[in-house]
T-cell receptor, first 114, second 111 residues
Framework: DTAVSQTPKYLVTQMGNDKSIKCEQN?????MYWYKQDSKKFLKIMFS???????INETVPNRFSPKSPDKAHLNLHINSLELGDSAVYFC?????????????FGPGTRLTVL | SQKIEQNSEALNIQEGKTATLTCNYT??????LQWYRQDPGRGPVFLLL?????KEKRKERLKVTFDTTLKQSLFHITASQPADSATYLC??????????FGSGTRLQVQP
């Protein structure tokens, strides 16, 4: 059973398009995250949701909009895609009551903007 | 500014030797530090957590040390195997209910 799943795994699109990435976790966790990993392999937090409430919103262009319909899902919608958005996007989840923020990551979505 | 630094160069070692990876940080006072493993094309996988009041933590062939005075953690893999080849990331708790990751060190174990 996949703990944290993301779709699609690969996404190739043209500049200016709008695209979404979906994430689901079946671990019963209450906190979910989106990270961006660039070509230099830095993994940077973008957003975090706890029980569907946004708790972290890093300095990310407002073209990126997360949506959490329920505790098990966190989607990422990106408007007007730019070349610099090309990266691997990882979804992750954790349990807040553990107080250690140990992250369980999805397999990643490789986004290529042409 | 806050920084987490890991050796950006790849670490190449022979099978059976001990691999030692370094994580240095500045301007943080983390309550704990975590190490993750990332294989190509996959998400990071949690390995070990060490708290600020712990000097050392072990799990099978893995050992982590945490020196809050030096602001450094060392990650050791003893009796290394080719299957240990991967990128290893350290991550700090920075008090915002999220982790801040280093850029990782790629380990290559030669048979």
């Amino acid at each position: 059973d996949t703990a944290v799943s993301q779709t699609p795994k690969y996404l190739v699109t043209q500049m200016g398009n709008d695209k979404s990435i979906k994430c689901e976790q079946n671990l019963g966790h209450d906190t979910m995250y989106w990270y961006k990993q660039d070509s230099k392999k830095f993994l940077k937090i973008m957003f975090s949701y706890n029980n569907k409430e946004l708790i972290i919103n890093e300095t990310v262009p407002n073209r990126f909009s997360p949506k959490s319909p329920d505790k098990a899902h966190l989607n990422l919608h990106i408007n007007s895609l730019e070349l610099g958005d090309s990266a691997v996007y990882f979804c992750a989840s954790s349990r807040r009551d553990q107080r250690t923020d140990t992250q369980y990551f999805g397999p990643g979505t490789r986004l290529t903007v042409l | 500014s806050q920084k987490i630094e890991q050796n950006s160069e790849a670490l190449n070692i022979q099978e059976g030797k001990t691999a030692t990876l370094t994580c240095n940080y500045t301007n943080y006072s983390p309550a704990y530090l975590q190490w993750y493993r990332q294989d190509p094309g996959r998400g990071p996988v949690f390995l070990l957590l060490i708290r600020e009041n712990e000097k050392e933590k072990r799990k099978e062939r893995l050992k982590v040390t945490f020196d809050t005075t030096l602001k450094q953690s060392l990650f050791h893999i003893t009796a290394s195997q080719p299957a240990d080849s991967a990128t290893y990331l350290c991550a700090l708790a920075t008090g915002r209910r999220a982790l801040t990751f280093g850029s990782g060190t790629r380990l290559q174990v030669q048979p």
